[in-house]
Every structure is written in C-alpha cells, then in structure tokens.
T-cell receptor
C-alpha cells in the first residue's frame, strides 16, 4: 500500500509565477489536509478537504492560495503570484476518517521562490 | 498564548540517558493528543498517541494530564537514532492538527 505521495518534491519559482503542488492520498483515504512549515517554524494547518468539498480553510491565506480535491485525481494546492515569503515546505496528510483516525504525511514539497 | 507550547531545546544527552519532554496546550476542549517525530527536512511521523491513563511503547512513555493541560514524553535508554525533533500535537474537533514548534533532541555517543 503506497503511502501519501506528493509531487514535485522540490519546486523553484520566480516571484510572480504560479506554484501547483499535488497530493495523492493513501489508497482508501478520502480526507486530505495541507500544512505549511516555514523555515525554523512549526507546521501550520492550512486547509482540510474531502472529495469535491472544502471542509475547513481557516488556515489558508485569503489571497493567492486555493486548494481543491476533485472527484478524480490528486488534491492540488495552488499559489498564485508567489512571493519570497511563500518559500516553505508544504506537507499533505491523509486519513480515512476524521475524528478518530491518524493522519499520515507525505514527504512534502519544498517550494523556493527566487 | 500559543495553542501548543514546547521547550525548543536543544536537549543534548549521551547514549543511554533518560530524557523527558513537556508540552502544554491552551484549549481545554481538545480531545486527541499525539507525539510526532520529525527528522531534518523530512515529514512528521507519528510516534505515539497520548492517553490520560498513560501509554508505553518500548522505550517511550507518554502521559496526559488534562487538569493541568500538560503532555509529556519520556525516552529511556536513548539511542543515537533517537536524535530528531519531537512534536507535540493536538487534534481539533474538525480533524486538523495543531503542532508545537518541536523540541530538538541530540543523542551523542
């Protein structure tokens, strides 16, 4: 059973470009969470999605950031017009259900904005 | 006040030592608690869940004190491979996790 997969593992973007980060949850998992870890900081929750639904986006910046989890295919975290402050590790986690189940993390995407 | 607070360390200990980490959380309604381990530039990995009755997994013992809103992790007989950052984590009712900034442990030969 493959774990949570994220790609790309490393992404370099110039300021003003768009970044698209992909997350494929573990087989059988329909809940996806995105977290961001800034350099020397702890992980911060961004958004929680189920298939075709955003459940909680309270941690997502109001502008430039969006997320989706379509019926088919991976979850996508999209950052428009990236700035240097977006440079971070973005981790995706998945779980089969919410309250009682553990979250399993993917290896992360390291975004560098130059 | 931060939702989850930890001493950042670093804790530098010799092999074989016993080391304890502490963590406090601010939301008394929190229900689920965990310790994760994160190696440098890697994803967090679940170490163990934490229960009020206390739980043990080999050399690791976790304890929760709901009255004091305090969580602890004890590592006995430290190994070089235990060197990592240990993250105290609280799960919110919606399901998302709140992470402490982590406590760095370095085990020396």
């Amino acid at each position: 059973n493959a774990g949570v997969m994220q790609n790309p593992r490393h992404l370099v973007r110039r300021r003003g470009q768009e970044a698209r980060l992909r997350c494929s949850p573990m087989k059988g998992h329909s809940h996806v969470y995105w977290y961001r870890q800034l350099p020397e900081e702890g992980l911060k929750f961004m958004v929680y999605l189920q298939k075709e639904n955003i459940i909680d986006e309270s941690g997502m910046p109001k502008e430039r950031f969006s997320a989706e989890f379509p019926k088919e295919g991976p979850s996508i975290l999209r950052i428009q017009q990236v700035v240097r402050g977006d440079s971070a590790a973005y981790f995706c986690a998945s779980s089969p259900l919410t309250a009682s189940y553990e979250q399993y993390f993917g290896p992360g995407t390291r975004l560098t904005v130059t | 006040r931060k939702e989850v607070e930890q001493d950042p360390g670093p804790f530098n200990v010799p092999e074989g030592a016993t080391v304890a980490f502490n963590c406090t959380y601010s939301n008394s309604a929190s229900q689920s608690f965990f310790w994760y381990r994160q190696d440098c530039r890697k994803e967090p990995k679940l170490l163990m869940s934490v229960y009020s009755s206390g739980n043990e997994d080999g050399r690791f013992t976790a304890q929760l004190n709901r009255a004091s809103q305090y969580i602890s992790l004890l590592i006995r007989d430290s190994k070089l491979s235990d060197s990592a950052t240990y993250l105290c984590v609280v799960k919110k009712s919606q399901g998302n996790l709140i992470f402490g900034k982590g406590t760095k442990l370095s085990v020396k030969p």
